[in-house]
């Protein structure tokens, strides 16, 4: 097992003026064109209620600041944290929330094309908002969504082969009676998951919107994708193997080396760059 830490200091990859002026949960990947392209939550008035369309930023290395490009995805109703899949054949699907889940297709990243997404047996409540797809080895799909389960922050799990037929196979994470931070919502946010050699490695934030969280992104570790345990709070159950002074981050890969990113509202003081997303170099230490 690895540890991840941040082994440097935060620096602005992509800061919107025309389209907003803060960038929240995000979506940060290489195009099939070489160019890294990120999809933001964002607004000018902020708040959840306002977020209506996504800031989009592009640049041809994580060590330049994006280019901001066009507002995405107005629809006329909210959009909440964007994950963007490619595949194989070289189109995008980007899955965005609040409930129920919502798909758009793209083969250039400017036109965006709304789709039909299914999510079978799903149980009410499991699947508010920030969604993250990944990709097995047998090239099968794992999403990841945060909600509620019996009134409690969770992790829903669910599987598909082609990106549009989803079914839900259970919770990857779960929160016990002991779980620390109790709120309607759930606390759970923005989940993301890296796999390296045999582990895979869920980062999620873990917050209620208080200052005091709004920056505490826990690290959960296991061998199996589809279950990373019960949370209560680190004194049993699933314990995380690290906690990161990061909000709804993304981990990437660049030239060897690893990258998470950390943004969020206005008004919180200890923000890295206020309005921005930040990046930071990854490094992991064997346990």
């Known amino acids: 097992m690895k540890i991840p830490y941040i082994s440097s200091n935060w620096r602005v990859l992509f800061k919107p003026y025309k389209t907003g002026n ?51 995805i107005d629809r006329g109703s909210l959009a909440w944290a964007p994950c963007v899949i ?9 899955f965005y929330g609040p409930s129920p889940t919502s798909l758009a297709v793209s083969f250039d990243l400017y036109e965006w094309y709304n789709h039909t997404i299914t999510l079978k047996n799903e149980p009410l409540f499991s699947a508010h908002r920030d969604h993250f797809v990944l990709r097995l080895d047998d090239g099968s799909y794992l999403m990841y969504v945060v909600g509620t389960k019996d009134k409690r922050g969770c ?16 919770y990857a994470l779960t929160s016990g ?3 620390p931070l109790q709120c309607p919502w759930g606390p759970m ?23 005091e969280s709004y920056h505490n992104t826990l690290v959960f570790a296991s061998k199996n994708p589809r279950s990373f345990g019960e949370y209560n ?12 002074f990061a909000h709804a981050p993304e981990v990437v890969l660049e ?8 943004c969020g509202w206005l008004g919180y003081d200890d923000v890295p760059n206020s309005g921005a997303v930040s990046i930071a170099t990854l490094d992991w230490i064997e346990k």
């Open 22 to 72: 803060y960038i929240n949960d995000h979506s940060l990947f290489k195009a099939h064109d070489g160019n890294w392209h990120l999809f933001g939550i964002t607004s000018f008035k902020g708040g959840a209620t306002n977020e209506r369309y996504f800031a989009h930023g592009v640049s041809p290395s994580l060590l330049s600041e994006m280019k901001e490009e066009r507002q995405e």
């Open 86 to 94: 490619r595949t194989d054949g070289d189109y995008y699907y980007m």
């Open 155 to 170: 992790v829903s799990l669910f599987s598909s082969s082609n990106l549009i037929d989803w079914e839900f196979e259970g």
């Open 177 to 179: 009676d002991d779980a």
């Open 189 to 211: 946010e923005s989940p993301y998951v890296v796999k390296m050699d045999d582990y895979y490695y869920l980062f999620l934030t873990y917050t209620n919107c208080s200052p």
């Open 233 to 244: 709070g680190g004194n049993c159950g699933s314990v995380p193997i690290t906690t990161l």
């Open 255 to 262: 030239n060897g080396q690893y990258y998470i990113t950390t």
